[in-house]
């Protein structure tokens, strides 16, 4: 039942040229028959290949199926130029596209612990606070 | 010649009897014109009491009858009648011929009156009753007071409580203490007074049936617009019929139009699912209001509710059952009567798991090795 080659048809709605923000938005309703869904990956390539730009600058999010399968609807944003996409778009999607990485930090527990066991002491002393809890 | 002797004497007789009766009549009739000249017993002007037109038409009829029955007794047809001019109701209206046919109809006319008399005296009989008491006291000056008093006669309205009271302590009493009103054997039944009819007050729960889709969409629908069938039925896209369809409908548009997805609890994006589905297939929404139904569980939902649970276990829905009641076991089956076993399993919801003693669990896995062993 599942075919991978089956076409789809993509239809964008409400396409925006959006000139403060370097980029044309629009809602992408995606008609996929006889195919589960379609990965955001596969969808870009085919919205780099209709509006001629480089697969990159092409970023899609937020695809929802309708009921019964077939349908889906999502946005996408196509971006003039790499400098605009990584000043306008969030940390996330960066990640996703491959043009950030991903930050890794402490827990948001063990930060929040730390903050307040460097409350008690006063300027440098704090570093030396620190220190010795980790090494602990 | 003793023949004719004995012929007549009788015929003497009879003309004397005749002589005899004609003289007594003569007699009446004398005294009856004296009491019409003299005294006013008999006038008239005022017209008759209902009483005294009953004897007259009960007399003409009487009379009516003979003279038709000798009529028919000489051979005479009945037909010939010579009808009055003017209708019944008419004051001055002539009297009738006196044909044979007139004759049938006065008596038609007085039976049909007397009938119509029988009917008004039985409102009157109380009156009645009351006066005949007080004649047949016996002339004294007490009954000519009584009489000219109209009041005398008025209704008692003591003997209807009377019988109200013993209609009620009509159980308290023993079977020897009767009731003067039931001494003849006549069943009266209690006098009630009618009462109004109040609706005895209706328990929260108790819905009155829910406004039909067809008539609540009309309110939400532009009536400019043009209409939208389809063949599935399931109406126009989107029929926002229920809040939560509107609501759902704002949702999507908000976020189409803002080019992000709203933020939502993990229940709530259920919820969400759930009613776009139950929509999608022309329900109100899951948990929208007052009127649920009309979606895919409301259309197969006596399917789907396991209305007689099988034998077999657990069936998920209702369609697996259907299929399997259709469907006859084989033969050997059949022939194997379960009997007693079946009404024993099969008693709170489905059939029981047979609790598996350990003696059990032992024998099976006794019988298991052996039949390994045998396999090897």
Redesign the interface.
């Known amino acids: 039942m599942t075919d991978s080659s089956a076409p789809i048809t993509l239809r964008t709605?409400?396409f925006i040229t959006n000139r403060l923000l370097a980029r044309r938005?629009f809602?992408l309703d995606v008609l996929h028959p006889s195919r589960p869904n379609v990965s955001r990956a596969e969808l870009s390539e085919k919205l780099a290949n209709m509006y001629k730009t480089d697969k990159n600058r092409v970023v899609t999010f937020?695809f929802?199926t309708?009921?019964?399968g077939g349908r889906s609807?999502g946005?996408a944003l196509i971006y003039d130029d790499e400098a605009s996409q990584k000043k306008f778009e969030p940390k996330y999607r960066l990640v996703r596209s491959g043009l950030a990485t991903k930050v890794d930090k402490a827990s948001r527990k063990l930060r929040k612990e730390r903050k307040n066991r460097a409350k008690k002491f006063r300027g440098t002393k704090k570093i030396k606070g620190a220190e010795a809890t980790k090494k602990k | 010649m003793e023949n004719e002797d004995l012929g007549q004497r009788q015929f003497c007789e009879v003309i004397d009897d005749i002589t005899s009766s004609i003289s007594s009549v003569r007699e009446v009739v004398k005294s009856l014109r004296e009491k019409q000249n003299n005294s006013t017993d008999l006038d008239t002007k005022d017209g008759i009491s209902l009483l005294s037109l009953k004897h007259h038409l009960l007399l003409s009829y009487l009379q009516s009858l003979v003279l038709v029955s000798s009529h028919r007794a000489l051979g005479h047809t009945l037909n010939h009648r010579s009808p009055p001019a003017q209708p019944f109701s008419s004051v001055d209206r002539d009297a009738r011929g006196s044909g044979a046919g007139d004759l049938v109809d006065s008596m038609v006319e007085s039976r049909v009156v007397l009938e119509k008399i029988k009917v008004l005296e039985g409102r009157m009989r109380y009156q009645i009753e009351k006066l005949v008491r007080v004649a047949e006291e016996g002339p004294s000056s007490s009954s000519q007071n009584v009489i000219d008093d109209p009041l005398a006669f008025r209704p008692n309205p003591q003997n209807l409580m009377n019988n109200d009271a013993e209609g009620d302590s009509g159980d308290d009493q023993n079977d020897g203490d009767d009731a003067p009103q039931d001494r003849d054997g006549i069943y009266r039944p209690p006098r009630l007074a009618a009462m109004p009819y109040t609706e005895p007050k209706r328990d929260k729960k108790a819905r009155r049936a829910p406004l039909p889709s067809a008539l609540s969409s009309l309110i939400h629908q532009d009536p400019s617009k043009p209409h939208i069938e389809s063949t599935s039925g399931l109406g126009s896209i989107p029929s926002l019929s229920s809040n939560r369809a509107r609501e759902i409908h704002r949702m999507n548009e908000f976020e189409e139009e803002n080019f992000t997805r709203l933020v939502m609890k993990k229940k709530e994006m259920k919820r969400r699912k759930k009613d776009e589905e139950d929509i999608a297939l022309g329900g109100n929404g899951g948990i929208g209001g007052r009127r649920r139904g009309g979606g895919f569980e409301d259309e197969f939902g006596d399917v789907l509710r396991s209305v007689g649970r099988s034998k077999t276990g657990a069936v998920g829905d209702g369609y697996e059952e259907l299929r399997k009641k259709g469907k006859k076991r084989d033969v050997l089956e059949r022939s194997r009567t379960r009997g007693r076993d079946e009404t024993e399993d099969v008693g709170e919801d489905g059939p029981r798991q047979r609790k598996r003693s350990r003696f059990e669990k032992e024998a099976k896995a006794v019988r298991k090795r052996t039949s390994a062993k045998l396999k090897r």
């Open positions: 709605r409400k938005q809602v937020g929802r309708q009921f019964g609807t946005f």
